[in-house]
């Protein structure tokens, strides 16, 4: 048997197979190299994975009751995309393998009986390459929070309205995401910026007039039409956002439409994503116009055709942690990155720095604080802190 010490690596196996005996056999031969997690069936094994344990590696049996490898390993790359698999069966068919590679995605196809030496050779290959996905994963990840994130800090100079509106959206966003643990973090971080690229014409009344209902004119009625597929054609000629880009495309379809039309989705068909940033966006732009939570949440029920009403239970639930703010007026220098703007800020001038109902970020931080020390902005404002209401955490996601 292979000496091998994985020994403070992130190397975890799940090892899928309807015979007890060959689980016990294979743990009994690799407990000193390699720790690996067991189950007898696919449906198992897809749940372990849904439960957000992190499995550099599959090992499943080809022929199982129920659901066979190839399907288990075809809906396992959907569930955990990064995760390495490997496929042991008796069956050596040339048909069995080329299904395995081309549907499961197969990085190795081991007959069995296997040696426990190969196998745990094909194990340890496979987690390296399980380390390299995740690399290059994440390093793309960090490029493009960054990038998006340096976009937003321009946007803050060129258009603080805007640039509030996207805190404020990100900020209620965040607030709601224990039920939206389908979407990547990483995702859910660009999500406000990138949405709002195509806005820069709209204004806070038209959000509003849009989100009460009221009337508009033709033409900022088009406008409004118009602005998300403007934002998703830029957000689609950046590699790897096709999501954030039919979600920014989506964000104002109905979740109930009263006609249906071809090529718009309705219900959830719309993505996930779209579903819950409409539903922020509009109790944003309602609170903003009243300040009174309440009233935002009571216009949002008068158009249950438009929320996804699972998500707009959340946002219920998530207005009730603002009703128990309290404005409090501190000294510029002690505001911190829990905090949010409770009122408008603007520079000696009249300029506009920073809008009400913003939250703080640490280039806020650190611009208010140096302007507070040069005269520009006043040295006390206004803020309140808002706390996610923990009980979100207790309930299931949403599909």
């Given at each position: ?63 199982m009751p129920g659901m066979d490898g190839v399907e288990l390993l075809q809906k396992a790359r ?65 490029t493009l929070t960054g990038a998006v994130h340096a976009m937003g800090e321009a946007l803050a ?241 949403i599909a």
């Amino acid at each position: 048997m292979m000496e091998v010490s994985t020994a403070g690596s992130d190397l975890k196996v799940l090892f899928v197979d309807d015979d007890e005996n060959v689980l016990r056999g294979y743990q009994r031969a690799m407990r000193k190299v390699i720790a690996m997690d067991t189950c007898n069936s696919g449906a198992e094994a897809l749940e372990r994975l849904r439960q957000c344990a992190r499995y550099s590696v599959i090992v499943t049996d080809m022929r199982m009751p129920g659901m066979d490898g190839v399907e288990l390993l075809q809906k396992a790359r959907g569930i955990s995309p990064d995760t390495v698999r490997i496929m042991l069966t008796g069956n050596a068919d040339q048909q069995t393998a080329v299904d395995a590679i081309n549907e499961g995605d197969v990085f190795r196809f081991l007959n069995k009986p296997c040696e426990p030496k190969l196998l745990a050779e094909a194990i340890l290959s496979a987690h390296q390459q399980y380390q390299h996905y995740r690399s290059e994963r994440e390093l793309l990840e960090r490029t493009l929070t960054g990038a998006v994130h340096a976009m937003g800090e321009a946007l803050a100079l060129a258009n603080p309205r805007l640039c509030g509106r996207i805190s404020s959206i990100e900020h209620h966003l965040f607030a709601i995401s224990p039920r939206l643990r389908e979407i990547p973090e990483w995702q859910l971080a660009l999500l406000p910026t990138l949405s709002q690229l195509g806005a820069t014409l709209i204004t806070e009344a038209m959000f509003y007039r849009a989100a009460a209902g009221t009337p508009s004119s033709e033409a900022e009625s088009r406008l409004m039409a118009q602005y998300p597929e403007i934002g998703a054609r830029i957000v689609e000629q950046i590699p790897r956002l096709a999501e954030l880009a039919e979600a920014t495309r989506w964000q104002l379809a109905d979740f109930a439409p009263a006609h249906f039309e071809a090529g718009v989705p309705s219900g959830t068909s719309i993505p996930l994503m779209a579903r819950a940033l409409r539903v922020v966006m509009d109790f944003d732009a309602l609170l903003r116009a009243s300040g009174d939570v309440n009233e935002a949440v009571q216009r949002m029920t008068m158009f249950p055709h438009r929320y996804d009403p699972a998500i707009l239970r959340v946002l219920t639930r998530h207005s009730e942690t603002l009703r128990s703010s309290n404005v409090v007026q501190i000294n510029t220098s002690a505001i911190t990155t829990d905090m949010v703007i409770a009122q408008d800020v603007y520079t000696s001038n009249g300029t506009l720095l920073v809008r009400k109902g913003q939250p703080v970020s640490r280039s806020i931080s650190e611009r208010l604080m140096l302007m507070a020390e040069s005269g520009i902005v006043p040295q006390q404002l206004y803020i309140y802190v808002v706390s996610a209401d923990a009980e979100l955490e207790e309930v299931e996601s949403i599909a």
